[in-house]
């Protein structure tokens, strides 16, 4: 089982600034996809960013060059800078990767619980 430590959402003005941080314990991953999601009131869940064991980096629309996440082992940090009272959303750490169970390598897909992150005009 894995689980998912999401920190650092809440209440910002519009310009500023906020960390936000995952890590995954539980499971040792052989090579994984860790990242952040966001959801909107009436919205779908939508990409922000995803960064691989490799260090290679996708990014969403929503990022717009303004956020910036980066991974050390298995914790993602996704810096969001400039925010807008339109990135307020649910944001949510995502991992989905391979694990060894035995011997045999096994897909694992896992959601946090997400972290409110609100920006005020």
């Known amino acids: 089982q894995v689980d998912l430590a999401e920190f650092g959402g809440g209440l910002v003005q519009s310009g500023g600034s906020l960390r936000l941080s995952c890590t995954a314990s539980g499971v040792i991953f052989e090579d994984s996809a860790m990242g952040w999601y966001r959801q909107a009131p009436g919205r779908q869940r939508e990409l922000v960013a995803t960064i691989t064991s490799e260090g290679k980096r996708n990014y969403g629309d929503s990022a717009e060059g303004r956020f910036t996440i980066e991974r050390v082992k298995d914790t993602v940090y996704l810096q969001l800078t400039s925010l807008k009272p339109e990135d307020t959303a649910v944001y949510y750490c995502?991992?989905?990767?391979?694990?060894?169970?035995?011997?045999?390598?096994?897909?694992?897909?896992?959601w946090g619980q997400g972290t409110p992150v609100t920006v005020s005009s």
């Open positions: 995502h991992i989905d990767g391979y694990y060894l169970d035995l011997g045999t390598s096994k897909y694992l897909e896992v």
